[in-house]
């Protein structure tokens, strides 16, 4: 199983709903964490996946954005007058000592470790539902915890745009999560782990596309499309298809083995006349989900013996 995570900003929560509609929920469950006071477009997204047989993962806890550190906030508003079926995740960070006392009110949960693994998260993962930890972490650990779900940040983010390379590695943990006794995997997809409120003035238009190698053992890659740079934020919408035409050049010419997904003839459909710059936040949100598209259907393939 893929546990991708999102935050609750906008673009991130359409690309949910627009992803809950597309029968993945067999191979995908969604880690949401709330960056916004504002629930509404949250709750909007849960009743969807809802409604496609998806129960996504909702960090109660979270440590980023409008709401951090406010645990009982949350679960409060979410619960309020709903219906709403998700599974509550508690992060336990470098900060937080022992197990918080609040996990004993809730009849069930997941955990997400960012901290170390020591015999208190052991004993607290064989009460939770998922526990997450990082995918280095020993195997002879590994063994050692319920339920486990392996995650990282394998994005290379850059300062700027204009220093993406053309590829970078991504992650092969998705063909080997198993092998070491993992229950699933996750990671952060094309967004990475670091949070921001919003993106700078974007001097380049970058769109990053990722996909994976059967010839170089089925590892993920992303590749960085970059629009000319004029040395100025003007002009988003003539950089975005500056960066678009490079993508759908290589989509035609199959030079990158692209699976064919939804998101991909989203961004085809841009390209096609009369060409159309939906906006920077639409441009991530189609990434996002083709990230995510490749990453099931990777999943839904049949495994040599």
Do not use: W
Not at 155 to 179: C, G, I, M, V, W
Not at 186 to 192: A, E, F, K, N, P
Not at 204 to 211: A, E, G, K, R
Request: aromatic fraction near 10%; hydrophobic fraction near 35%; proline fraction near 6%.
């Amino acid at each position: 199983m893929y546990y991708p995570i999102l935050r609750g900003k906008l673009n991130e929560l359409l690309a949910l709903r627009e992803l809950a509609i597309l029968s993945l929920p067999e191979y995908f469950c969604p880690v949401i964490e709330p960056v916004r006071e504002d629930l509404s477009a949250l709750k909007k997204t849960i009743v969807e996946l809802n409604n496609n047989n998806i129960e996504p993962i909702v960090i109660v806890n979270p440590l980023k954005g409008d709401f951090k550190g406010q645990f009982i906030n949350i679960t409060n508003n979410l619960n309020h007058g709903s219906n709403l079926k998700y599974l509550p995740c508690f992060i336990l960070h470098d900060r937080v000592e022992g197990i918080p006392s609040e996990i004993d009110g809730l009849s069930r949960y997941a955990l997400f470790v960012t901290r170390g693994v020591d015999s208190q998260v052991i004993d607290a993962s064989q009460k939770a539902e998922l526990t997450f930890v990082n995918h280095d972490i020993s195997p002879n650990i590994i063994r050692r915890i319920k339920n486990v779900v392996l995650c990282g940040d394998f994005f290379k983010r850059q300062s700027k745009n204009a220093d993406y390379p053309e590829e970078s590695s991504f992650s092969s943990l998705h063909t080997y999560y198993n092998e070491l006794g993992a229950s699933g995997f996750s990671d952060y997809t094309i967004t990475g782990e670091e949070f921001s409120e919003s993106g700078g003035p974007a001097y380049v238009v970058t769109i990053h596309i990722s996909y994976i190698d059967s010839k170089r053992f089925d590892e993920m890659f992303v590749r960085h499309y970059l629009s000319y740079e004029d040395g100025t934020p003007a002009q988003p919408g003539a950089k975005f298809l500056n960066a678009l035409e490079k993508l759908v050049v290589d989509i035609s010419s199959g030079k990158v083995p692209f699976i064919k997904t939804n998101a991909i003839q989203e961004f085809l459909n841009l390209n096609s006349p009369p060409s159309h710059f939906p906006g920077l936040g639409q441009v991530k949100k189609i990434s996002i989900k083709h990230h995510i598209e490749t990453l099931v259907d990777y999943l839904s393939r049949p495994r040599e013996e």
